[in-house]
């Protein structure tokens, strides 16, 4: 395979030559639920065996197949379809050569497969839109890179901070100058390792990772993109459909909600808003319930630094905030929806018992 990233002559301290991969993660979120049974009925869309690590449960497998052909992406490596609306790619640039020509050609590269991504997801979904429940290309899209260098057993962690600390930190920040001693020393500051040698060093849009045996990893990465797709799209879709019962869209509820004995209608947004929040609430929880680390602290302690760095627990928090705004805009429409009921029950009341006083009067009166 060419390498992508070549070697660059140099006479600094930083001009010695590693080996090893950048890994792109990309995911795409392309509607609501994808209906696997028809999908793996697309008879030009191959299917191909796929091997999860232990941590991940059955039960929210998804669905890894080969982009469609013809296709020019033989740097992407998986290519997999979540059955709540999710395509998720992932591209592998083997390089060999310095790490400071590796962070000169970091984002050119990713640029590069960004907008390869978008070209072979939406491959992807023409072949399976019509297996989608309210199919869009796309409507929110992640990115998360991860660079692996192969060690060098001739320097050690400490020498590989002190030596390229600068460049691995700009590196992971998407940047071509070198971040303050601040910066560099917080980010470094954060790394883990679990055998001696090891070294992963998590941020938000990257990580650093100095291991040559990482395979059980991986998918961590590409999960945690796909789950802050996921987070990030449920909550500007709440904020959209909060702004529109703000702007009063939701408040002239159809008379049918009025009446005795009726049920919501499907046009009632206030109904709308209570199927969105059962929908969030099941994706999210299945999202939380794909992976377990029991016996697996090095995979625990990973995960939970890809959930701090991308922020996932503020995204949730958010979402759960705006599910109770939900809860209680619910809470107040039903109310008056009671209210209402029982007023009209009352006059109802009323009335038939004025009619019959009157019939009783006329009956009288002859």
Same mark, same amino acid.
């Given at each position: 395979m060419a390498n992508l990233v070549h070697s660059n002559a140099d006479n600094s301290i930083i001009d010695k030559e590693f080996s090893g991969n950048i890994y792109l993660f990309h995911a795409f979120d392309v509607g609501d639920d994808i209906n696997f049974e028809k999908v793996q009925q697309i008879r030009s869309l191959t299917q191909v065996p796929l091997t999860l690590p232990k941590y991940f449960k059955n039960y929210h497998t998804p669905l890894a197949v080969e982009l469609p052909r013809p296709h020019e992406s033989a740097r992407c490596i998986s290519a997999k379809i979540n059955s709540f609306g999710a395509i998720s790619l992932t591209y592998q640039l083997p390089f060999d050569g310095t790490l400071e020509r590796v962070l000169k050609d970091f984002n050119r590269i990713?640029? *590069?497969?960004?907008?390869?991504?978008v070209i072979d997801a939406k491959s992807i979904f023409k072949k399976i839109e019509h297996c989608i429940t309210q199919p869009h290309f796309f409507q929110m899209n992640t990115t998360y890179a991860v660079v692996?260098?192969?060690?060098?057993?001739?320097?050690?962690?400490? @020498?590989?901070?002190?030596?390229? +600390?600068g460049v691995i930190t700009s590196m992971l920040r998407f940047e071509t100058q070198s971040l303050s001693e601040y910066q560099k020393n917080e980010i470094? #500051?954060? &790394?883990? !390792?679990?055998?001696? !040698? @090891?070294?992963?060093i998590v941020d938000t849009d990257a990580t650093f990772?100095?291991? &040559?045996?990482? #395979?059980?990893?991986?998918?961590? /990465?590409? /999960? &945690?993109n796909i789950q802050q797709l996921e987070l990030r799209y449920f909550d500007r879709?709440?904020? *959209?459909?909060?702004?529109?019962?703000?702007? !009063?869209? +939701?408040?002239?509820l159809p008379i049918q909600s009025y009446l005795p004995f009726s049920v919501s209608v499907s046009s009632d947004p206030i109904a709308r808003l209570g199927k969105l929040k059962v929908d969030i609430s099941v994706i999210t929880e299945r999202l939380?319930?794909?992976?377990? /680390? &029991? +016996?697996?602290? =090095? /995979?625990?302690?990973? =995960?939970?630094?890809?959930?701090? *760095?991308?922020?996932?627990?503020?995204w949730?928090?958010?979402?759960?905030?705006?599910l109770t705004i939900i809860h209680d805009i619910q809470s107040v429409y039903q109310n008056k929806i009671d209210v209402t009921r029982g007023d009209i029950l009352s006059i109802l009341?009323?009335?038939?018992?004025?009619?019959?006083?009157?019939? +009783?009067?006329?009956?009288?009166?002859?």
């Amino acid at each position: 395979m060419a390498n992508l990233v070549h070697s660059n002559a140099d006479n600094s301290i930083i001009d010695k030559e590693f080996s090893g991969n950048i890994y792109l993660f990309h995911a795409f979120d392309v509607g609501d639920d994808i209906n696997f049974e028809k999908v793996q009925q697309i008879r030009s869309l191959t299917q191909v065996p796929l091997t999860l690590p232990k941590y991940f449960k059955n039960y929210h497998t998804p669905l890894a197949v080969e982009l469609p052909r013809p296709h020019e992406s033989a740097r992407c490596i998986s290519a997999k379809i979540n059955s709540f609306g999710a395509i998720s790619l992932t591209y592998q640039l083997p390089f060999d050569g310095t790490l400071e020509r590796v962070l000169k050609d970091f984002n050119r590269i990713n640029n *590069q497969f960004l907008e390869q991504s978008v070209i072979d997801a939406k491959s992807i979904f023409k072949k399976i839109e019509h297996c989608i429940t309210q199919p869009h290309f796309f409507q929110m899209n992640t990115t998360y890179a991860v660079v692996q260098v192969n060690p060098d057993q001739a320097i050690s962690i400490t @020498d590989l901070k002190n030596q390229y +600390g600068g460049v691995i930190t700009s590196m992971l920040r998407f940047e071509t100058q070198s971040l303050s001693e601040y910066q560099k020393n917080e980010i470094l #500051a954060s &790394a883990i !390792g679990y055998f001696r !040698g @090891d070294l992963i060093i998590v941020d938000t849009d990257a990580t650093f990772l100095y291991d &040559a045996e990482y #395979a059980e990893i991986l998918d961590l /990465f590409e /999960f &945690a993109n796909i789950q802050q797709l996921e987070l990030r799209y449920f909550d500007r879709l709440l904020d *959209q459909q909060l702004h529109k019962i703000y702007e !009063g869209e +939701g408040r002239n509820l159809p008379i049918q909600s009025y009446l005795p004995f009726s049920v919501s209608v499907s046009s009632d947004p206030i109904a709308r808003l209570g199927k969105l929040k059962v929908d969030i609430s099941v994706i999210t929880e299945r999202l939380e319930s794909s992976i377990k /680390f &029991a +016996g697996e602290p =090095y /995979f625990s302690e990973l =995960y939970d630094l890809l959930v701090q *760095q991308l922020d996932l627990s503020n995204w949730k928090h958010s979402i759960d905030r705006k599910l109770t705004i939900i809860h209680d805009i619910q809470s107040v429409y039903q109310n008056k929806i009671d209210v209402t009921r029982g007023d009209i029950l009352s006059i109802l009341v009323i009335v038939l018992i004025f009619i019959e006083l009157l019939i +009783g009067l006329l009956n009288f009166l002859k």
